[in-house]
């Protein structure tokens, strides 16, 4: 079993800037990708930025020049730095690896850590 745990989220004003973070810790074989996803009341789950281990990384036009992902493939961390806040980045922002284990590969997801971002 993976366990994901985040840390960093918070209230922020618009322009300004959060870090999160996620570790992974348990039986891990290999993490393939990393990354971070974000659901905001009512929407879908979408992707925010992800790491591959090769170190490439993918992001949403939404966030692209704003929010830089980061990774530590000894420690199995993940960050997210987000600069230029909006207050449509209010969301619940979850950490994803994508990870194979003794019993095989899967996706693990951490709880997840609130971003809001508001005056």
């Known amino acids: 079993q993976v366990q994901l745990v985040e840390s960093g989220g918070g209230l922020v004003q618009p322009g300004g800037s959060l870090r999160l973070s996620c570790a992974a810790s348990?039986?891990?074989?290999?993490?393939?990708?990393m990354g971070w996803y974000r659901q905001a009341p009512g929407k879908q789950r979408e992707l925010v930025a992800a790491v591959r281990a090769g170190g490439d990384t993918t992001y949403p036009d939404s966030v692209k020049g704003r929010f830089t992902i980061s990774r530590d493939m000894v420690k199995n961390t993940v960050d997210l730095q987000m600069d230029s806040l909006k207050p449509e980045d209010t969301a619940v922002y979850y950490c994803n690896a994508d990870t194979s284990t003794a019993i095989g590969r899967g996706d693990y997801w951490g709880q997840g850590t609130q971003v809001t971002v508001s005056s």
């Open positions: 348990g039986i891990i074989f290999k993490i393939h990708t």
